[in-house]
């Protein structure tokens, strides 16, 4: 497992993330297995929000441990906050995410949170409210470091004019065949869809800010279209691909579309959404797999985008 440190933290993390979104589909043994192969595999970082299901998510992790502090400081435990699906909005008001946080805490059985995100970005923001709630959450050490996720380098720009903190992570939709983080700067001047800059060339951005971006969904075709790997109606090519990779590198297919994310240099997390031991367990394989330049462009390219 590679590891590395957050930059502005003492945070020194795995690239590659236990994500709990869907822990409601087991039951609590299964939950515990499952948590217990993240740890054995390398794993230190979990990855929660208040909205997985509706907050059960994170009750279901702390009870499967039985959350305690020695167990606690083997971990390092990031949520988010910000969106009220009850009322399809989002809110970043203080108010909401204080109470949100204590929330969170409470069923996490912890004191604190080593990094605390802002969900999705809330265009009704007031950045002084953010402001306030963050050096709240800080001087009582119920947060130690913030972030955001799906935020764009202005929305960021915004807050942190106000927040003294420095925000240290960005949560992005990214995999081999959804790319818009990375699309646009590959194909600049070609005149073609892929061209269009959709995304304010936040990865760039978040480089040059020394801000960590994480990879949520990385074996997604789209938002929730299901996996590439396997489709071969779809993704043929690169499926034989990962798959001659695979046998190359005596891993699984899981492993390689892994090491398609860290081979970046970016030093990107991959957040892991699986509830099944066996597959959590090959994808740490693709850690710090080292995949070839050569090899790396191949599978954007079979993944559909252009190389000029």
């Keep these: 497992m590679k590891y590395f440190k957050i930059a502005n933290t003492d945070l020194n993390v795995s690239n590659v993330v236990m994500g709990n979104m869907r822990l409601t589909q087991l039951a609590k043994p299964d939950i515990e297995v499952l948590i217990r192969t993240a740890l054995e595999e390398g794993i230190n970082f979990f990855d929660h929000a208040d909205i997985y299901g509706a907050g059960e998510c994170e009750t279901l992790f702390s009870d499967a441990i039985q959350m305690n502090p020695s167990i606690r400081e083997k971990m390092i435990i990031q949520s988010k906050c910000g969106i009220r699906p009850p009322e399809k909005m989002y809110d970043f ?45 800080h001087r009582s050490g119920k947060v130690k470091y913030f972030g955001v996720s799906n ?63 994480q990879a949520w969904s990385p074996y997604q075709k789209g938002f929730f279209d299901g996996p590439f790997l396997g489709d071969y109606e779809n993704y043929a090519e690169l499926n034989d691909l990962i798959k ?46 080292p995949l070839s330049r050569k090899e790396w462009y191949d599978l954007y390219r079979l993944a559909g985008h252009m190389i000029p």
């Design 93 to 137: 008001s203080k108010e909401h995410i204080i109470s949100s946080t204590e929330a969170i805490l409470n069923r996490l059985q912890t004191d604190y949170l080593d990094i605390l995100l802002l969900h999705r970005p809330d265009t009704l923001v007031e950045p002084t409210e953010v402001a306030e709630a963050f050096e709240e959450l």
């Design 244 to 289: 001659e990779l695979a046998i190359k590198y005596e891993v699984t297919d899981t492993a390689i579309a892994t090491a398609w994310i860290t081979r970046h240099p970016a030093n990107i997390q991959v957040v892991l959404g699986t509830t099944n031991k066996e597959r959590l367990a090959d994808a740490c394989k693709g850690s710090d797999l």
């Design 151 to 213: 935020h764009t380098p202005m929305q960021i720009e915004l807050l942190q004019k106000y927040i003294p903190q420095k925000l240290v992570v960005n949560q992005l939709q990214l995999s081999i065949v959804h790319t818009p983080i990375i699309d646009s700067g590959i194909a600049l001047n070609m005149g073609i869809d892929q061209s269009i800059n959709r995304d304010s060339s936040v990865l760039d951005y978040c480089r040059l800010k020394d801000i960590t971006v």
